[in-house]
Nanobody, 118 residues
Framework: QVQLVESGGGLVQPGGPLGLSCAAS????????MAWYRQAPGKERELVAA???????NYADAVKGRFTISRDNAKNTVYLQMNSLKPEDTAVYYC????????????WGQGTQVTVSS
């Protein structure tokens, strides 16, 4: 069984930084792509940032230049450093990973709330 556990969410003032992490555990043979998504109230879940096993990154236009995704393969962990946060970044943030066990499957974390407010 594979688990993704996120941490680091919370309340932050506009313009402030916040970091998220997501650790994968279980019978993992390999982790391919990893990503962060978010879902704001009344909106669909959207891709925020993604990173391949070769450290190629991709960002949503709304977060380019403010957010940085990275990963530590030795720790099976993906990070999201968020800077210059805006109220519109308020959402539940989910990590997602394509993981090979006995097969390849996409797994989701449970989500962590990020609230940007003064």
């Amino acid at each position: 069984q594979v688990q993704l556990v996120e941490s680091g969410g919370g309340l932050v003032q506009p313009g402030g930084p916040l970091g998220l992490s997501c650790a994968a555990s279980g019978s993992i043979l390999r982790i391919n792509d990893m990503a962060w998504y978010r879902q704001a109230p009344g909106k669909e879940r959207e891709l925020v940032a993604a990173i391949t096993s070769g450290d190629v990154t991709n960002y949503a236009d709304a977060v380019k230049g403010r957010f940085t995704i990275s990963r530590d393969n030795a720790k099976n962990t993906v990070y999201l450093q968020m800077n210059s946060l805006k109220p519109e970044d308020t959402a539940v943030y989910y990590c997602n990973a394509q993981i090979r066990t006995t097969w390849v499957h996409y797994y989701w974390g449970q989500g962590t709330q990020v609230t940007v407010s003064s």
